[in-house]
């Protein structure tokens, strides 16, 4: 069956440094990826969307690579700040097909 | 938050009783979602629906009913059959049916006592 893995459940970084998040993906072929910010208690809030043919995308401080070779994408919080502390899901879609959401990573950037 | 709104944001049932969560949105979209989230579960959908009075099945539905008389309304009855219904349940809508960004409610969390 299709599964999604988030790197760890909880990651800390410092406030300045770059926050990496994982989402690795097995049994599935997606044609796109999304990213979703998820406050506590709220529903999640779209950042970026990144298709299959397509290795890299930015949006301001925030990058995402996807790499359908290792079943992979990687996105990247560059200068962290406190407010980008947040739950974060990826989310794996197909023409037709319903959404794959991760269990999501909680990232907590400490000043 | 967009232009969805949930009500309520908190909802108590007793243990046997069916309750309606409500879902309407202002974006006209025509696919409306329901997904519902655990602790350290991603979200699962229950039912979508991808135009007036159409509405099919998500990983989840058993114990859940929907209806979809309005473009702008999605309600969600959560039924005594729902084994364990205590969950925060989360309303989305996006333009066209799984293919489009999904822009989701503030969901409601539910206890059952």
């Known amino acids: 069956s299709q599964k999604i893995e988030q790197n760890s459940e909880a990651l800390n970084i410092q406030e300045g440094k770059t926050a990496t998040l994982t989402c690795n993906y097995t049994?599935?072929?997606?044609?796109?990826l999304q990213w979703y910010r998820q406050d506590p208690g709220r529903g999640p809030v779209f950042l970026l969307l990144?298709?299959?043919?397509?290795k890299e995308k930015r949006k301001e401080r925030l990058k995402v690579t996807f790499d359908t070779t290792l079943k992979q994408s990687l996105f990247h919080i560059t200068a962290s700040q406190p407010a980008d502390s947040a739950t974060y899901l990826c989310?794996?879609?197909?023409?037709?097909?319903?959404?794959?959401f991760g269990p999501g990573t909680r990232l907590s950037v400490l000043p | 938050d967009g232009g969805i709104t949930q009500s309520p944001k908190y909802l108590f049932r007793k243990e046997g009783q069916n309750v309606t969560l409500s879902c309407e949105q202002n974006?006209?979209?025509?696919?409306m979602y329901w997904y519902r989230q655990d602790p350290g579960q991603g979200l699962r959908l229950i039912y979508y629906?991808?135009?007036?009075?159409?509405?099919q099945k998500g990983d989840i539905a058993e114990g859940y009913s929907v209806s979809r008389e309005k473009k702008e309304s999605f309600p969600l009855t959560v039924t005594s059959a729902q084994k364990n219904p205590t969950a925060f349940y989360l309303c989305?809508?996006?333009?066209?049916?799984?293919?489009?960004?999904?822009?989701f409610g503030p969901g409601t969390r539910l206890t059952v006592l």
């Open positions: 990144i298709r299959e043919n397509e």
């Open positions: 989305a809508s996006s333009t066209r049916a799984l293919t489009d960004t999904q822009y």
């Open positions: 049994n599935y072929s997606p044609a796109y």
């Open positions: 974006l006209n979209h025509d696919a």
């Open positions: 629906s991808q135009i007036v009075n159409d509405f």
């Open positions: 989310a794996l879609g197909n023409y037709g097909q319903n959404f794959v």
